[in-house]
């Protein structure tokens, strides 16, 4: 089936630090990506949806400028917390599908945890 | 916009069934998923409802009822690993293939 890798896994950083989350598709190529965040006993919330080679589409009340995403290829998008606070502190989970949206399935990185001191 | 509701949490014993319900309210519809997700972990992909009726999967089985807008997740043969959150989603739109969870349902299973 379908692997979505996320690195790392967890991370613990200072406050003001920036932590770059990368998300890779290991055995297909995806055209489009997403972002989720997610608070503890919280629902996914969907951040940004990321297509390969433009520019990210950012849900409404979240940043762009602090969280940059880039989707240089089709196995690779990167999500990068700008000057990190406390309150970024989540699990932060990328999933993508495979063929630019024609299908309902998307298969779900592993997460990586952000605790921002 | 898009918006689901389903129960906060359930329990259930060993061997039971148990269904957890959804409801929905889109501004387009394309079909309604549910995910499994235990803690710390991320979730993972159960089943996909486009048309009107049920689904089977093993022990998991899931309905839609689009007049209704309507849909639930039954698990059957309740086993003590099935104790997790589940989640139903909306992909409301045909663009970008984007899901909208629910709040999510908490199963708990007990011996």
């Known amino acids: 089936g379908a692997v979505v890798s996320q690195h790392p896994s967890w991370v613990i950083c200072k406050s003001g630090t920036s932590v770059k989350i990368e998300c890779r598709s290991l055995d297909f190529q995806a055209t489009t990506m997403f972002w989720y965040r997610q608070f503890p006993k919280q629902s996914l919330m969907l951040m940004a949806t990321?297509?390969?080679?433009?520019?990210?589409?950012?849900e409404q009340g979240v940043e762009k400028d602090k969280f940059l995403i880039n989707h240089a290829s089709l196995t690779l998008s990167t999500l990068t917390v700008t000057s990190a606070h406390p309150e970024d502190s989540s699990f932060y989970i990328c999933s993508a599908s495979d063929n630019g949206g024609l299908s309902d399935t998307q298969y779900f990185g592993p997460g990586t945890r952000l605790t921002v001191l | 916009g898009q918006s689901l509701e389903q129960p906060s949490e359930v329990t259930a014993v060993e061997g039971a069934i148990v269904q957890i319900n959804c409801t929905y309210q889109?501004?387009?519809?394309?079909?309604l998923s549910w995910y499994q997700q235990h803690d710390g972990g991320a979730p993972t992909f159960l089943s996909y409802?486009?048309?009107?009726g049920l689904e089977e999967t093993g022990r998991f089985s899931s309905f839609l009822s689009r007049s209704d807008s309507y849909g639930y997740l039954l698990l059957q043969e309740l086993q003590m690993k099935d104790s997790a959150s589940y989640f139903c989603a909306v992909r409301g739109n045909n663009a970008g293939n984007m899901l909208t969870f629910g709040g999510g349902t908490r199963l708990m299973v007990k011996p």
């Open positions: 889109t501004s387009g519809f394309y079909g």
């Open positions: 409802n486009a048309l009107d």
């Open positions: 990321s297509n390969e080679g433009s520019k990210a589409t950012y």
